[in-house]
Structures are given as structure tokens and as C-alpha cells.
């Protein structure tokens, strides 16, 4: 559905280690500049990081979330250990198994430096099988964080 997805930073080398950590979790290499901003390429997309053209701070969207496909939920821990380490915040809960509408969920949730709102999601099972019951892939529902 998307070809990329563009986030305006206000410090771009500070988003970018922080991008280059999280991202990394994920076998995406470091950013390639361009400009006044950074892309980061996978088969699913591209992702990219610049400072507004207008010149004016780049803000985060209330109740926006840009989410990431996990291979798993060891992928999504380091993926969140990375996000802390290089900069981020954790957003509400830590990562783990959270009961959905259609089963339970593992999820993770960062805020960037510039407190933008992000999200992992492994299509997996949930380990105890019903009731938490398979992952949402298994019930016909695409996964809204494949982006990469």
C-alpha cells in the first residue's frame, strides 16, 4: 500500500543513530543521505528522516504510530533495547503479550527522539494457544506494521 514513509526530525544525526540502532534490529542497513535526509531501503519500502522543508519544527502526530513487522518477539525486545539505548523513550507498557480482538498480541512501543510514536508487532502465536489463540495473520488479517 505504501511506498515510504517520511518523518520530520528536528536533529537529523541524533535520529539518525537512533533509526541506524532500531532499524539496524531489523538487517536494514544505515541510513543514506540525501540532502537534508536519511532513507533506509528494505524489499517492503523505504523509511526516510528530514528536517521539514518549511523550516519549521517538526512536531509528532497525536495519536499517530508508525509500526514495524517483527520476526519475532526476541526481534522486537532488541528492537526496543535498541530504541532506549540510542535516544528513545518507552511508551506504554513494556514490550510483551497484551490481549487483542483477535487474540493476544506482542507488541512494543518507542517514542523517537523527537517523540514520535513507533511500534513492533511479530506475527507469531501467542505461546499459550487458545484462549489468547493464533496471531492476527491467522485469522486473515494482514499485519498493519509491514511496512519493513
Known amino acids: 500500500m505504501f511506498?515510504?514513509?517520511?518523518?520530520g526530525v528536528n536533529d537529523l544525526?541524533?535520529?539518525?543513530k537512533f533509526y541506524d540502532a532500531v532499524l539496524g534490529t531489523l538487517g536494514i542497513g544505515p541510513g543514506v543521505a540525501n540532502k537534508s535526509r536519511y532513507f533506509y531501503r528494505s524489499?517492503?519500502?523505504?523509511f526516510g528522516i528530514t528536517i521539514p522543508i518549511n523550516g519549521e519544527p517538526a512536531t509528532h502526530g497525536n495519536g499517530s504510530?508508525?509500526?514495524?513487522?517483527?520476526a519475532s518477539p526476541e526481534q522486537a525486545d532488541a528492537w526496543h533495547a535498541a530504541g532506549v539505548a540510542h535516544g528513545g523513550t518507552t511508551c506504554e507498557d513494556p514490550p510483551g503479550w497484551r490481549d487483542g480482538s483477535v487474540g493476544k498480541?506482542?507488541?512494543a512501543y518507542l517514542r523517537d527522539p523527537d517523540y514520535l510514536r513507533l511500534a513492533s508487532w511479530p506475527d507469531v502465536?501467542?505461546?499459550d494457544g487458545p484462549p489468547g489463540g493464533p496471531s492476527p495473520a491467522s485469522h486473515g488479517l494482514q499485519n498493519p506494521c509491514s511496512l519493513f
Open 3 to 7: 511506498s515510504h514513509v517520511m518523518l
Open 13 to 16: 544525526e541524533v535520529s539518525k
Open 43 to 46: 524489499p517492503g519500502g523505504s
Open 65 to 70: 504510530t508508525i509500526g514495524f513487522n517483527m
Open 105 to 107: 498480541l506482542y507488541l
Open 125 to 127: 502465536d501467542s505461546p
